[in-house]
């Protein structure tokens, strides 16, 4: 069993994080490319896609002596399979709320 996991969720949280998988939405990219026009160093983006692969958002590969990132669509069907249960819970409690006359 894996420990070292992150909740998807928390790993968007943090806006670095968040503007980095918006960045690799539009395509695979490198460490460098990906640290460009970021307020933060490229160390620190090798920190974050750290968290953003621990919680399945996105895959890595080699690519000579640079790192590849991509979203990993599986990971991402998986967050938005909790959000779907989270919002159909959600809405039927609603829908009790409604029904019930709010009494």
């Known amino acids: 069993m894996?420990?070292?996991?992150?909740n998807g969720f928390d790993a968007l949280g943090d806006p670095t994080r968040r503007a980095i998988f918006q960045r690799l939405a539009g395509g695979p990219r490198a460490v460098g490319e990906?640290?460009?026009d970021l307020p933060v160093?490229?160390?620190a983006v090798s920190q974050h896609l750290r968290v953003l692969k621990r919680a399945r958002l996105v895959s890595d590969e080699a690519?000579?002596?640079?790192?590849?990132?991509?979203?990993?669509?599986q990971?991402?069907?998986d967050l938005r399979d909790?959000?779907?249960?989270?919002?159909?819970q959600a809405l039927a409690a609603f829908k009790a709320v409604a029904e019930d006359g709010g009494d």
Do not use: C, K
């Not at 690519?63 to 990993?72: C, F, K, M, P, V």
């Open 2 to 6: 894996e420990t070292n996991r992150v």
């Open 34 to 36: 990906l640290a460009r």
């Open 41 to 43: 160093s490229r160390p």
């Open 63 to 73: 690519d000579g002596t640079r790192r590849i990132y991509r979203i990993d669509p």
């Open 75 to 77: 990971g991402v069907r």
């Open 82 to 88: 909790q959000l779907d249960r989270f919002w159909d």
